[in-house]
RNA sequence: GGGUGGUUAGCUCAGUUGGUUAGAGCGCCGGUCUCACAUACCGGAGGUCACAGGUUCGAAUCCUGUACCGCCCACCA
């Protein structure tokens, strides 16, 4: 694989992204083997909804996952990343419908069967964009094995768990007030009724009594337009205001239908004025606290299911026909007229809306199916609480917990043509009301034979997702995919799906295959703008990765969202500053690149693996360097290990440019340009090291890695196919050499900091005295000499007690003094007070750690090796204290 | 109303079980086009870790309270 052609001295993500990505799927690395002997690693993806195409969300999500399958893959685990898309029931039809307004259709003037035919197109074409998108930012699933929740073995899948649960007892039809979205015409779940706030109105009416005496009661209500669904006034019993009123009956003002009064102790006596009237078609509250009661009312429904006044007896014919706001303000301007109106009031409540549309949702009663959650959500509740199921980060379990325990039961129907028909068949002779649920239609109705006609609903979308871990991989049927691949290990996925969707699955993996689908949920942030705003359509604030991938390459983006993201935490991007979001990233991989470029400039002749050089010739930097690269293997390991993306991806980018790049790239120049002597050994470590690097970097930067990996002369296997995940070992591990270059770097820097702190031009030469505190650091002086003189740019380099005159001084960590002979060049008083300036932080230094040491509790009940620390400390402060009251004394100060 | 998260540098955020002089990126200031990289190099400024108590030899870290943000859930119409 290896190619000798020149890398160009800029990284141009775009010229190579796509050829390394064919050249992934030519050899279908990403593929996993069913029957491959290795341990395996699963991830299900989120199937994207195939509403739309993804955005900077789906980025984050995806991103996340393939960081993971990739580092599970390197290091030799069957790793199954399974992709897909979902049909999304109601937000697809919602898309596809608002398609139609823009041609003044709507769903009903094209039939049911041209409508869906009409989503199948819509779905073909974002479907195809998604993977494409997903491809683009250099996701590694398993194409092969690429699901769509309506492909026809899943909706077997659907059919069998309909059927089946039915068979259990935990689906059934049931008759109670839901929410239903007068837009949409369809019912919702719970969760998917969500809460919004509004400014509204409380009104007090005032019901006359029956017979058209005057007064009567006043009732506070924020839906007057309900009024004419009323059964009854309630009061609770023990209420004194209203003692004695019960039996008494109201007329419902502008009908004058009479209803009774009655007690119910779900009132609260605080709130409007202790009067509620029940309204139990259009309230869910209502429709319980009528049932509760002895009397068996009727439950009229006064509105449409568009919610609109309904041309029924109960409602005033001038309503009739107006939407709930129209009808609403008309009924309070007639109240006004009548003098039934008593007042108004400002008030603000949360209203439920649907998800999909924001519509205001319309409680009504009607015959839906349900599934009964308690039973399914036990096992679910235990894997949490005992362990089998954890989140990152933990706080997410808590909330899937509250939700399990307080789970009630789950309205699947919609009156939508989207979706997973539901498998139910209604009998349609007369008097017979048999129902028929099989996954086949029945050839007739199995009570009387007569003739069966399918349910028109479909089912709730999650339904179909709530199977997404096994029947994507084959069930009902036992396929190999699912005796090898399930149960899964890691789910991604965003905290708002909790309940709709990760604690479903839970309850269906253990129902349907005994076991969980993953082991650990790993919850992402949310993608906000640099209002704290998540991306919307609405807003117009979102950002398109295609466009970043374009801009900066799939690396960088890659890059900024795993260094910038914690398990849970938010990333923020900002759209219009898209460069000082991105500008680390695309930094990073030019950095790389350059690194590259110069070690493969090098290699004219492919050097010896490392095991092969003559160690008794290691300088202190190939030491140090080697012993810095077990090191970050060690530490990039446990951090992906643990699933701290965001440590693993920062912990390579240091190694590379600050340690790799910045020092030992400096370090080793000389001996590869030639003018010293052991120039192979430079480049066997430069090759080990820069390997090692780039796969611990794979991951999270496939693109450039993998581009850079085929140039090296040594390497013949694609990165991610042949190599393994790195080791350290621990033969390079080299404590002493890491502090003993740690002194070089500090002298060196020390000397830059004393050369810009007086302004000496680049070319003047300088000579440094130094005098070491330790053995360590003369040794590591005297071994770095050239590299030392090179790097702070320095003539000569001097060791001596004695150093004195005019100059710049420095300090290294171990106590170790730096002085700069700068001759009459410098302003005496400055560097006076310069040194007083360190006399005094130095003085403060040594009081703070003075005291600790004469803090004979610290000292008796600190670990030794920190108390340790604190006396080197000091000895160290001290001598640096002597040396710069030393200078001091000299400079006469 | 019930949960739950946050408050650390100008901005966005890290900070593992309490333990060197609290870090990064971006931005800012000063100096460099030094033969891989100006998407770079070198140096630097900038923080009483929201506030008040407490525990401890020692607190950004643990406890209590306060003040602001935020998110989730919730049948006072």
Request: charged letters at 25%.
């Amino acid at each position: 694989m290896t190619e000798t052609t020149e890398l160009a001295p800029k990284y141009d993500p775009a010229a190579i992204e796509r050829g390394v990505y064919q050249a992934w799927t030519e050899t279908d690395v990403f593929a996993a083997d069913v029957t491959s002997e290795r341990e395996p690693y699963v991830i299900v993806i989120p199937p994207p909804n195939v509403t739309s195409v993804l955005h900077m969300g789906h980025g984050l999500n995806n991103t996340i996952q393939d960081v993971l399958i990739r580092f599970e893959r390197m290091r030799g685990r069957e790793a199954l990343w399974l992709p897909g898309t979902d049909h999304a029931g109601i937000a697809t039809q919602n898309v596809v419908e608002r398609k139609l307004a823009r041609e003044e259709l709507r769903r009903q003037d094209l039939g049911r069967e041209a409508f869906v035919e009409r989503v199948w197109e819509h779905v073909r074409e974002t479907g195809g964009t998604i993977l494409d998108q997903l491809k683009a930012i250099g996701c590694s699933c398993d194409w092969n094995r690429t699901r769509f929740t309506l492909d026809d073995s899943y909706s077997r899948a659907v059919k069998r768990v309909f059927v089946q649960l039915h068979d259990d007892g935990l689906i059934y039809r049931g008759h109670r007030v839901i929410h239903w979205c007068p837009r949409c015409l369809t019912s919702l779940s719970d969760e998917e009724a969500e809460f919004r706030e509004r400014d509204d109105h409380l009104y007090y009416i005032r019901y006359p009594w029956a017979g058209g005496t005057a007064d009567g009661v006043i009732v506070a209500t924020t839906r007057p337009e309900t009024m004419f669904g009323d059964v009854c006034l309630v009061c609770h019993p023990e209420d004194e205001r209203f003692a004695g009123l019960t039996g008494r009956t109201v007329a419902i003002p502008l009908s004058g239908v009479e209803i009774p009064i009655e007690h119910s102790t779900a009132v609260e006596r605080d709130f409007g004025t202790g009067m509620l009237k029940v309204t139990p078609a259009h309230d869910p509250n209502d429709f319980d606290i009528a049932a509760a009661l002895p009397e068996d009312f009727d439950t009229p429904d006064t509105m449409t299911p568009d919610a609109t006044m309904a041309d029924v007896p109960r409602v005033p014919d001038a309503l009739r026909g107006l939407d709930r706001d129209a009808a609403r303000r008309r009924i309070v301007e007639l109240l006004e007229q009548q003098g039934l109106l008593v007042k108004v009031e400002p008030y603000r409540h949360s209203v439920r809306h649907c998800y999909r549309c924001h519509t205001i949702v319309e409680p009504r009663l009607s015959d839906q199916w349900f599934v009964r959650m308690r039973t399914l959500a036990a096992p679910a509740l235990a894997a949490y609480r005992d362990g089998a199921l954890t989140f990152m980060p933990d706080r997410w379990g808590k909330v899937y917990e509250n939700w399990l325990v307080g789970i009630r039961d789950w309205n699947i129907s919609r009156q939508l043509w989207w979706g997973h028909r539901i498998p139910a068949w209604y009998c349609e002779a007369d008097g017979c009301e048999h129902i028929t649920v099989a996954e086949d239609a029945p050839a007739a109705c199995a009570a009387c034979g007569g003739s069966v006609r399918q349910d028109e609903d479909v089912l709730d979308t999650w339904f179909s997702s709530w199977l997404w871990p096994f029947a994507t991989m084959g069930w009902p049927d036992r396929t190999p995919d699912l005796e090898r691949f399930y149960p899964g290990h890691t789910l991604v996925t965003g905290p708002d799906i909790i309940f709709f969707w990760v604690a479903r699955m839970v309850m269906a993996g253990y129902h349907f295959m005994g076991d969980r689908p993953f082991d650990t949920v790993y919850m992402n942030g949310i993608v906000r703008d640099p209002q704290h705003r998540a991306f919307s359509k609405s807003l117009g604030n979102g950002i398109d990765p295609l466009d970043v991938v374009e801009q900066y390459g799939a690396d960088a983006l890659r890059f900024t969202i795993v260094a910038g993201a914690a398990a849970g935490t938010d990333v923020i991007m900002d759209r219009n500053d898209l460069d000082a979001t991105f500008a680390a990233g695309r930094n990073f991989a030019n950095k790389l690149w350059n690194v590259g470029r110069l070690i493969l400039s090098h290699l004219a002749s492919p050097p010896a693996p490392l095991t092969e050089l003559d160690r008794e010739t290691f300088e202190l930097g190939d030491r140090w360097i080697l012993a810095r690269c077990q090191r970050v293997i060690r530490e990039t390991t446990t951090a992906l290990d643990r699933m701290r993306l965001n440590d693993a991806a920062n912990l390579v980018y240091h190694f590379v440019w600050d340690e790799l790049a910045d020092w030992y790239l400096e370090h080793v120049k000389p001996r590869l340009y030639g003018t010293a002597a052991g120039g192979d050994v430079a480049r066997g470590i430069l090759v080990h090291v820069f390997g090692r690097a780039l796969q611990l970097l794979h991951p999270v930067m496939p693109f450039i890695t993998e581009e850079l990996w085929r140039h090296i002369p040594t390497e013949h296997e694609p990165l991610l196919a042949g190599a393994r995940w790195p080791e350290a070992d621990p033969a390079y591990d080299d404590e002493e050499a890491e502090t003993a270059f740690g002194l070089v770097q500090g002298l060196v820097g020390a000397v830059r900091t004393i050369r810009a702190e007086y302004h000496v031009p680049p070319a003047a030469t300088l000579t440094a005295v130094v005098t070491p505190a330790g053995s360590a650091a003369s040794s590591a002086f005297a071994a770095e000499r050239e590299t030392i003189l090179r790097l702070a740019k320095l003539a000569a380099l001097e060791t001596a007690a004695d150093a004195e005159g005019i100059g710049g001084h420095g300090v290294l960590s171990d106590g170790t003094a730096v002085f700069v002979p700068l001759g009459d060049a410098i302003d005496v008083d400055r560097e006076c007070a310069r040194l007083s300036e360190e006399l005094t932080r130095i003085d403060g230094l040594l009081t703070s750690v003075r005291g600790k040491l004469a803090n004979e509790n610290f000292v008796t009940r600190a670990p030794a090796d920190v108390v340790e620390r604190e006396r080197e400390k000091e000895r160290s402060w001290r001598e640096q204290q002597e040396t710069l009251a030393a200078k001091l004394r000299a400079l006469g100060c």
